[in-house]
């Protein structure tokens, strides 16, 4: 069977990911964890070939904080939308500075969802 979920290749990349996040990650994953928005979230989860910020199996939500980084790859994030969206997995992005100056919107989109 085609491993989709965590392959086993990206468990390196995966690890330094969570080592290396950011402010804005550190700052939303308090309010992520341990269930406190109700349901489980995981961190660096990796889909297919795509590792996401955040990701809850129980409701296929994921969610992406993008950074300035983002601005010039929009092509490559609407590509990896495309490619969860078949996989049945909605995603949620936010910027940085939205954490920064507006956890509290952010977290009242994501219980919505």
Known sequence: MYEVFNKSKFKERRKGLRKSSTLQEFKLWFYL????????FRR?????????????????LIIELDGSQHIEAKEYDKERDLYLQTLGIKVLRFWNNEIDTNLEEVLIKIKNY
Do not use: R, T, W
């Open 33 to 40: 964890k341990n269930k406190n928005l109700g349901v489980k």
């Open 44 to 60: 660096q989860q990796s889909i297919g070939p795509y590792v996401a910020d955040f990701y809850c199996k129980e409701k296929n």
